[in-house]
């Protein structure tokens, strides 16, 4: 069976030669044959796809990353389905911060983008009051302090051989996709990693890109720090413990000036005590301990984080000024053929990075609690 194809061969994508097809198109059409010109032409070398496909096809092709796919139109169609239906699983906090507005930062051009630049900036003076409009203003000269965010990628990858999509075709067997997904489950755990943890290497180092680092919640620059007492947090839930000792963590947040709203980000077993009653003993209203710390008016909301260390606890002000997620690229389908033609390789990809920030004077909207 013929498993490669020539570009001069002279059938057409209907009869054996899709790439004969696409280069002719792109010839025909535009009066070039490059890589960015073909694009345009790649996904529709198999001319059988269903609106539903052909939906899948346009999402894909707006990310940019689609250029002459190698796999039949519906194997790629299956494997891109199983990237969406895992869409933000295991993606908890992340996923709370992209559904907020105002709370991303969107790059229209990811990989050009290595590193994103900004600065922070001193308060100085203060307004004036005045009979007269033309009165002068103070002259001011604020502190600027220059801060960089590597923008790295998050990624992770699975292969398909020739024998098993050829095995697939022939028996009308289902083309497993189960890597696909986990390879996405994988992506988003490493971008939930990262906000919570911050960004590291493979060998535990932070990562970072000519010096600078992406760091997440918990070793933030300039974060305060709370204790907490852990029994009263876990193993043996005292609600008004905990109430008492939230409210310590908006006062060191109000002496940096964050008023809210804030969100608290709980590790699993402070999440599970939370549901407890808020007091045993009398409990009048029915209230568990999650109930009563939100009628806070300035708590927001409680995130549930398995990936949070079970010994902390992140109180933060959900701003610009203090959290952001750079968004590139959501987790979206490479695909590309090795030379040979044998293996289909898949490369799920995200660039999202987290950007926490503190003011030039130290001030900080992320309170650290320490359960112990």
């Given at each position: 069976?013929?498993?490669?194809?020539?570009?001069?061969?002279?059938?057409?994508?209907?009869?054996?030669?899709?790439?004969?097809?696409?280069?002719?198109?792109?010839?025909?059409?535009?009066?070039?044959?490059?890589?960015?010109?073909?694009?345009?032409?790649?996904?529709?070398?198999?001319?059988?796809?269903?609106?539903?496909?052909?939906?899948?096809?346009?999402?894909?092709?707006?990310?940019?990353?689609?250029?002459?796919?190698?796999?039949?139109?519906?194997?790629?169609?299956?494997?891109?389905?199983?990237?969406?239906?895992?869409?933000?699983?295991?993606?908890?906090?992340?996923?709370?911060?992209?559904?907020?507005?105002?709370?991303?930062?969107?790059?229209?051009?990811?990989?050009?983008?290595?590193?994103?630049?900004?600065?922070?900036?001193?308060?100085?003076?203060?307004?004036?009051?005045?009979?007269?409009?033309?009165?002068?203003?103070?002259?001011?000269?604020?502190?600027?302090?220059?801060?960089?965010?590597?923008?790295?990628?998050?990624?992770?990858?699975?292969?398909?051989?020739?024998?098993?999509?050829?095995?697939?075709?022939?028996?009308?067997?289902?083309?497993?996709?189960?890597?696909?997904?986990?390879?996405?489950?994988?992506?988003?755990?490493?971008?939930?990693?990262?906000?919570?943890?911050?960004?590291?290497?493979?060998?535990?180092?932070?990562?970072?890109?000519?010096?600078?680092?992406?760091?997440?919640?918990?070793?933030?620059?300039?974060?305060?720090?709370?204790?907490?007492?852990?029994?009263?947090?876990?193993?043996?839930?005292?609600?008004?413990?905990?109430?008492?000792?939230?409210?310590?963590?908006?006062?060191?947040?109000?002496?940096?000036?964050?008023?809210?709203?804030?969100?608290?980000?709980?590790?699993?077993?402070?999440?599970?005590?939370?549901d407890s009653d808020y007091n045993a003993t009398n409990n009048a209203?029915?209230?568990?301990?999650?109930?009563?710390?939100?009628?806070?008016?300035?708590?927001?909301?409680?995130?549930?984080?398995?990936?949070?260390?079970?010994?902390?606890?992140?109180?933060?002000?959900?701003?610009?000024?203090?959290?952001?997620?750079?968004?590139?690229?959501?987790?979206?389908?490479?695909?590309?053929?090795?030379?040979?033609?044998?293996?289909?390789?898949?490369?799920?990809?995200?660039?999202?990075?987290?950007?926490?920030?503190?003011?030039?004077?130290?001030?900080?909207?992320?309170?650290?609690?320490?359960?112990?």
């Amino acid at each position: 069976m013929e498993m490669r194809f020539l570009a001069g061969s002279p059938e057409g994508y209907k009869g054996a030669n899709p790439l004969g097809d696409i280069i002719g198109r792109c010839l025909e059409q535009t009066g070039r044959w490059d890589i960015a010109t073909m694009r345009s032409f790649g996904m529709d070398a198999m001319d059988r796809a269903t609106e539903e496909d052909r939906a899948f096809r346009a999402f894909q092709a707006q990310q940019g990353f689609r250029a002459l796919a190698p796999l039949p139109e519906k194997a790629q169609v299956l494997i891109d389905r199983a990237v969406v239906e895992v869409g933000l699983q295991r993606l908890s906090f992340g996923a709370y911060l992209l559904a907020q507005p105002g709370l991303q930062f969107t790059l229209n051009d990811p990989l050009s983008v290595t590193q994103l630049e900004w600065y922070t900036r001193s308060r100085t003076g203060a307004a004036q009051r005045t009979m007269r409009p033309d009165s002068r203003t103070e002259n001011k000269l604020p502190v600027m302090l220059p801060y960089r965010l590597p923008i790295y990628l998050t990624l992770d990858g699975f292969q398909l051989d020739i024998r098993t999509l050829k095995v697939s075709q022939r028996v009308g067997m289902p083309l497993d996709v189960t890597e696909a997904g986990h390879c996405t489950r994988s992506v988003n755990e490493g971008i939930e990693d990262a906000l919570i943890n911050g960004a590291t290497t493979l060998d535990g180092n932070a990562l970072a890109d000519a010096g600078y680092t992406a760091p997440g919640v918990l070793n933030a620059t300039n974060a305060n720090a709370q204790v907490l007492t852990a029994a009263a947090w876990s193993t043996a839930p005292v609600g008004s413990t905990v109430f008492t000792e939230v409210e310590a963590m908006i006062a060191k947040e109000q002496a940096d000036k964050k008023y809210g709203p804030y969100v608290m980000v709980v590790p699993t077993v402070v999440g599970n005590a939370l549901d407890s009653d808020y007091n045993a003993t009398n409990n009048a209203q029915g209230l568990t301990i999650r109930e009563r710390l939100l009628k806070i008016p300035s708590l927001k909301d409680i995130i549930v984080a398995d990936l949070m260390p079970a010994t902390k606890v992140a109180f933060i002000q959900m701003t610009p000024d203090v959290i952001q997620m750079v968004v590139g690229q959501q987790p979206t389908v490479i695909p590309w053929t090795s030379l040979e033609g044998f293996t289909f390789h898949n490369l799920v990809m995200a660039i999202m990075v987290p950007w926490v920030k503190s003011d030039a004077d130290g001030n900080s909207g992320i309170c650290i609690g320490t359960l112990t």
